[in-house]
């Protein structure tokens, strides 16, 4: 940054200031409003306005049962659809009791490590677009098209796979695919770090994302972030390590962590992970295991009654489930703890005193997924 | 004897001006609507409203692989009095709806409305749900109707080249 | 497909009992509702709630909130809150979740805010007041988030709100 600082010397009630809707129809803000107050080019405050997409995912999930829950659980976060039914499947498992087989395991890591390149692509395709740099998104969202390709062949659809159900996976992957997912792993780590050379280090781009939107530790801590937000500020945390589930402490890898709280950091920890996610995928179709993949458990599972709070990491950061259970088919209560909702706090807090074109950069290096945050 | 001549005179004056009417339709006004329709066709432009989950496959569609740009569909991000495709790209919530009403009242004509998954067909998968519309075409009048829970990006190709289709034979000049 | 092997057997939930009989020997009226290896779950009164949480975030470590999450129990005519906690800063506690829970009657849903000890928790109470109608007494702007701006129906997550059609 050029060493500007900004001071605003009017209160946010004076007449300079201007309510602006940065709304449900643009094209930088996706499925979300931000209600901004501005001073010319200078926001002084602003606030999030969520609610656009909410679907009643909780409230439905109490008039099906359990296996009739996973199509629609997906849905809220459909870049990684697996990684949101990890943890529901994990706490169906707690509950039941459900020993899932080792392979089972392994494959379920393979696609949650798939579905979190396919989402950073996606996340890092559009932050190319919002700085303005047109070839990142052609070459993300091509790119993603590879990793998406090898996941459907194991999961059946483009992006909605419904693979991770509680008791297993609903299906074996096809001969002959780890392969082919050894030859899509080699190429991405060249094609990463090409990335780095037009992107990553790209004069215009760090101009505009270095120093921009800084979160400090402490308020990142405080403020509940979770995540490559939490991680570019400097916390070394993720679920696969520190409450390692399924198959994750079979593989060795590492946490990503950076300094600085900015938004480049931000956006860079994304790459680093999917490096760590190519040398998992790489060693989990080296040494998956034979044997069956899925529990018999019957079109309407009979859960015990009883209580769990389970959590994986998906793409965006901690993704957690409440389970109450009751002894009927259904769930008594099912909250969905989403990253994006659990990030919400943290975008009012950076989206002030900073210049209008430091909005999108910012708001979109948080990762917020709308949809996931309404559910 | 003189009204039959008028008659006479009038009967041949209405034959001559319908023939006129048809030379002009033909020569002039049918080349002028095929004119005007193959460049509406051929320069869809969509609006920016992303919506739900079948956005990302919009976006797989805009991206390098399935690229909706060589059918003259381009994303232009300007303002949305110069686009005249909206693509209900998902689930439309309540809170949404008077928005999309907007957006859409706000289109200068000619615009056309693509219902993309099935959500925005007749709800889809949250039919039940306490927040959602069932279906869009309550609210607005829609031209092409794409199933698919989210439809592949091809298929919402197709569902751009039914809409070509459908604006090459539109009847009038207005493109309605 | 396959034949169904037992589970292996659960560890002994120790550091559960440790912090559970901390939080016992300071707070007698507080319950513990279960335990597992890496969870504990435990039931303070609406007027102690603070100060067990004020205990639970200063001497037992657990300072990043998860999630805040509210069950309708309405057989017994009452709401439940629950407050999960992780601990980022303590080491050895970095797989475990606290469950902090109070219970109203349903009639008066009235708990303090604990925006003052959790700063997160902010929009994960006013989400859970638009649901089910509690109010947070103390938060700053507890008015709609998801739900649209014209709803005037019962909080939907209540058991006694159904779905149209259901």
């Given at each position: 940054?050029?060493?500007?600082?900004?001071?605003?010397?009017?209160?946010?009630?004076?007449?300079?200031?201007?309510?602006?809707?940065?709304?449900?129809?643009?094209?930088?803000?996706?499925?979300?409003?931000?209600?901004?107050?501005?001073d010319?080019?200078?926001?002084?405050?602003?606030?999030?306005?969520?609610?656009?997409?909410?679907?009643?995912?909780e409230?439905?999930?109490?008039?099906?049962?359990?296996?009739?829950?996973?199509?629609?659980?997906?849905?809220?976060v459909?870049?990684?659809?697996?990684?949101?039914?990890?943890?529901?499947?994990?706490?169906v498992?707690?509950?039941m009791?459900?020993?899932?087989?080792?392979?089972?395991?392994?494959?379920?890591?393979?696609?949650?490590?798939?579905?979190?390149i396919?989402?950073?692509?996606?996340?890092?395709?559009?932050?190319?677009?919002?700085?303005?740099h047109?070839?990142?998104?052609?070459?993300?969202?091509g790119?993603?098209?590879?990793?998406?390709?090898?996941?459907?062949?194991?999961?059946?659809?483009?992006?909605?796979?419904?693979?991770i159900?509680?008791?297993?996976?609903?299906?074996?992957?096809?001969?002959?695919?780890a392969?082919?997912?050894?030859?899509?792993?080699?190429w991405?780590?060249?094609?990463?770090?090409?990335?780095?050379?037009?992107?990553?280090k790209?004069?215009?781009?760090?101009?505009?994302?270095?120093?921009?939107?800084?979160?400090?530790t402490?308020?990142?801590?405080?403020?509940?972030?979770?995540?490559?937000?939490?991680?570019?500020s400097?916390?070394?945390?993720?679920?696969r390590?520190?409450?390692?589930?399924?198959?994750?402490p079979?593989?060795?890898?590492?946490?990503?962590?950076?300094?600085?709280?900015?938004?480049?950091?931000?956006?860079?920890?994304?790459?680093?992970?999917?490096?760590?996610?190519?040398?998992?995928?790489?060693?989990a179709?080296?040494?998956?295991?034979?044997?069956?993949?899925?529990?018999?458990?019957?079109?309407?599972?009979?859960?015990?009654?009883?209580?769990?709070?389970?959590?994986?990491?998906?793409a965006?950061?901690?993704?957690?489930?409440?389970?109450?259970?009751?002894?009927?088919?259904?769930?008594?209560?099912?909250?969905?703890?989403?990253?994006s909702?659990?990030n919400?706090?943290?975008?009012?807090?950076?989206?002030?005193?900073?210049?209008?074109?430091?909005?999108?950069?910012?708001?979109?290096?948080?990762?917020?997924?709308?949809?996931?945050?309404?559910r | 004897?003189?009204?039959?001549?008028?008659?006479?005179?009038?009967?041949?004056?209405?034959?001559?001006?319908?023939k006129?009417?048809?030379?002009?339709?033909?020569?002039?006004?049918?080349?002028l609507?095929?004119?005007?329709?193959?460049g509406?066709?051929?320069?869809?432009?969509?609006?920016?409203?992303?919506?739900?989950?079948?956005?990302?496959?919009?976006?797989?569609?805009?991206?390098?692989?399935?690229?909706?740009?060589?059918f003259?569909?381009?994303?232009?991000?300007?303002?949305?009095?110069?686009?005249?495709?909206?693509?209900?790209?998902?689930?439309?919530?309540?809170?949404?709806?008077?928005?999309?009403?907007?957006?859409?009242?706000?289109?200068?004509?000619?615009?056309?409305?693509?219902?993309?998954?099935?959500?925005?067909?007749?709800?889809?998968?949250?039919?039940?749900?306490?927040?959602?519309?069932?279906?869009?075409?309550?609210?607005?009048?829609?031209?092409?109707?794409?199933?698919?829970?989210?439809?592949?990006?091809?298929?919402?190709?197709?569902?751009?080249?039914?809409?070509?289709?459908?604006?090459?034979?539109?009847?009038?000049?207005?493109g309605? | 497909?396959?034949?169904?092997?037992?589970?292996?057997?659960?560890?002994?939930?120790?550091?559960?009992?440790?912090?559970?009989?901390?939080?016992t020997?300071?707070?007698?009226e507080?319950?513990?509702?279960?335990?597992?290896?890496?969870?504990?779950?435990?039931?303070?009164?609406?007027?102690?709630?603070?100060?067990?949480?004020?205990?639970?975030?200063?001497?037992?470590?657990?300072?990043?909130?998860?999630?805040?999450?509210g069950?309708?129990?309405?057989?017994?005519?009452?709401?439940?809150?629950?407050?999960?906690?992780?601990?980022l800063?303590?080491p050895?506690?970095?797989?475990?979740?606290?469950?902090?829970?109070?219970?109203?009657?349903?009639?008066?849903?009235?708990?303090?805010?604990?925006?003052?000890v959790?700063?997160?928790?902010?929009?994960?109470?006013?989400?859970?007041?638009?649901?089910?109608?509690?109010?947070?007494?103390?938060?700053?702007?507890?008015?709609?988030?998801?739900?649209?701006?014209?709803?005037?129906?019962?909080?939907p997550?209540?058991?006694?709100?159904?779905?149209?059609?259901?």
């Open positions: 940054m050029s060493g500007l600082t900004i001071q605003s010397e009017y209160s946010p009630d004076s007449d300079r200031i201007m309510a602006v809707s940065f709304g449900p129809q643009h094209p930088g803000a996706g499925h979300f409003r931000i209600k901004l107050w501005l010319g080019d200078y926001l002084v405050r602003s606030e999030p306005d969520p609610g656009y997409v909410h679907r009643g995912e409230k439905m999930g109490e008039y099906r049962n359990y296996t009739q829950n996973v199509p629609h659980l997906e849905r809220p459909i870049l990684d659809s697996s990684n949101i039914l990890f943890p529901y499947a994990l706490g498992d707690e509950l009791n459900n020993n899932v087989p080792p392979r089972a395991q392994y494959l379920r890591v393979i696609m949650a490590e798939c579905n979190r396919i989402s950073h692509m996606y996340f890092l395709g559009i932050m190319g677009i919002f700085t303005g047109s070839t990142m998104i052609e070459w993300g969202m790119d993603r098209d590879f990793w998406i390709d090898l996941a459907s062949r194991i999961g059946g659809a483009r992006v909605t796979f419904a693979y159900i509680p008791g297993g996976v609903r299906n074996d992957m096809p001969e002959g695919l392969e082919k997912g050894l030859k899509t792993c080699d991405f780590e060249k094609r990463i770090d090409e990335y780095d050379r037009i992107f990553f790209n004069p215009i781009f760090v101009e505009r994302t270095e120093g921009v939107g800084v979160l400090s402490e308020d990142a801590v405080k403020l509940g972030a979770v995540g490559t937000v939490l991680r570019a400097g916390v070394k945390r993720d679920v390590k520190d409450e390692p589930y399924s198959a994750y079979d593989f060795d890898f590492d946490i990503p962590v950076l300094k600085s709280g900015d938004s480049w950091a931000r956006c860079y920890v994304a790459v680093e992970e999917m490096r760590q996610s190519v040398k998992i995928i790489r060693q179709f080296k040494q998956i295991p034979p044997g069956p993949v899925r529990l018999k458990l019957g079109p309407q599972p009979r859960v015990p009654a009883g209580e769990v709070y389970s959590r994986t990491e998906a965006r950061g901690e993704m957690s489930y409440h389970i109450v259970a009751d002894g009927t088919p259904r769930p008594y209560r099912l909250k969905i703890g989403t990253p909702f659990k919400l706090a943290v975008l009012p807090h950076l989206l002030k005193n900073c210049h209008v074109a430091d909005i999108p950069v910012i708001y979109w290096s948080g990762n917020y997924w709308p949809v996931e945050a309404d | 004897m003189v009204e039959a001549e008028s008659a006479q005179k009038s009967g041949t004056f209405q034959v001559l001006v319908g006129l009417n048809d030379v002009v339709q033909y020569a002039v006004g049918d080349p609507r095929y004119l005007a329709n193959w509406r066709l051929y320069s869809l432009w969509p609006v920016h409203l992303e919506t739900a989950c079948c956005s990302v496959e919009v976006g797989a569609a805009a991206g390098s692989r399935f690229d909706f740009e060589r003259g569909t381009l994303e232009a991000f300007g303002s949305l009095r110069a686009c005249d495709l909206i693509i209900v790209m998902g689930t439309i919530t309540r809170k949404l709806a008077p928005r999309l009403k907007l957006i859409y009242d706000q289109m200068a004509e000619p615009r056309y409305v693509i219902a993309m998954g099935a959500c925005a067909i007749t709800g889809g998968l949250y039919f039940d749900s306490y927040n959602v519309l069932r279906g869009i075409d309550d609210i607005i009048p829609v031209d092409v109707f794409v199933p698919g829970c989210p439809p592949r990006a091809e298929a919402l190709l197709q569902g751009i080249v039914l809409l070509q289709e459908k604006i090459r034979r539109a009847p009038s000049l207005s309605a | 497909m396959s034949q169904v092997q037992p589970a292996p057997a659960k560890p002994e939930p120790v550091r559960a009992k440790e912090l559970a009989s901390r939080i020997s300071k707070f007698p507080v319950k513990t509702d279960w335990m597992k290896e890496r969870r504990l779950k435990v039931t303070a009164t609406v007027a102690t709630m603070k100060d067990v949480c004020l205990f639970v975030r200063d001497e037992l470590g657990f300072d990043h909130i998860s999630t805040v999450s069950v309708d129990w309405i057989a017994k005519n009452e709401f439940e809150v629950v407050y999960f906690i992780n601990s800063s303590k050895g506690l970095e797989d475990f979740v606290i469950g902090v829970a109070e219970r109203v009657p349903r009639d008066n849903p009235v708990v303090p805010t604990l925006i003052e959790w700063s997160g928790a902010e929009y994960d109470e006013r989400e859970t007041h638009e649901m089910f109608g509690i109010n947070f007494q103390g938060h700053p702007n507890q008015g709609h988030l998801l739900l649209p701006e014209d709803w005037n129906d019962l909080p997550l209540r058991k006694d709100y159904n779905s149209p059609g259901r």
